[in-house]
Antibody
């Protein structure tokens, strides 16, 4: 069964670049979509973006200009970079995967809290 | 952009039924997913494609969708069901959209 484990820097200054990685265990990247979601403190879930197994990326229009999502098939990992962060980007970031849009996101990574503060 | 609306809170006594609604324009024509999130944990998929349950999810969780409303129903509510619940759809544009979440309190 696929499991996701994620990591990355948890404290950033404004204007820096957020960088998170999610490792895939128990399966390969092939055939799936790999996605990022975030949750601001005390708030709901917000989809950040995703990358397909073929390398096609789709991002939330509100973040599109700042988001880069990539895969490293040799390491069975995928990554999120969000540039020019502000305090509004403070959130817990989750990675997740899905096979098709009819099947939902499962499983999810454990979440990485990111704080943006000067 | 597409908007999903959920009531902020629902409460139910143990053994009773909790119904969580998710409203969106013509949501009945889309595939709706539901997630359960407990404090400090990642969300867990409890219903996908309107009404299907992933392996390991108790039968007391069920879903339906028609018209402008999708519903997650928890029958025979247990204390462990206390959590936040989120609905989700894929917008016909280029977006995954989540509802604002509903906090379920077990009395």
């Amino acid at each position: 069964q696929v499991q996701l484990q994620q990591w990355g820097a948890g404290l950033l200054k404004p204007s820096e670049t957020l960088s998170l990685t999610c490792a895939v265990y128990g399966g390969s990247l092939s055939g799936y979509f790999w996605t990022w979601i975030r949750q601001s403190p005390g708030k709901g879930l917000e989809w950040v973006g995703e990358i397909s197994h073929t390398g096609i990326t789709t991002c939330n229009p509100s973040l599109k200009s700042r988001v880069t999502i990539s895969v490293d098939t040799s390491k069975n990992q995928f990554s999120l970079r969000l540039k020019s962060v502000t305090a509004a980007d403070t959130a817990v970031y989750f990675c997740a995967t899905y096979l098709s849009r009819q099947l939902g996101f499962a499983p999810w990574g454990q979440g990485t809290p990111v704080i943006v503060s000067s | 952009s597409y908007v999903l609306s959920q009531s902020p809170s629902v409460s139910a006594a143990p053994g009773q039924t909790a119904r969580i609604t998710c409203e969106g324009n013509n949501i009945g024509s889309q595939s709706v997913h539901w997630y359960q999130q407990k404090p400090g944990q990642a969300p867990v998929l409890v219903v996908y494609d309107d009404s299907d349950r992933p392996s390991g999810i108790p039968e007391r969780f069920s879903g339906s969708s028609s018209g402008n409303t999708a519903t997650l129903t928890i029958t025979r509510v247990e204390a462990e069901d206390e959590a936040d619940y989120y609905c989700q759809v894929w917008d016909s544009g280029i977006n995954w959209v989540f509802g604002g979440g509903t906090k379920v309190t077990v009395l």
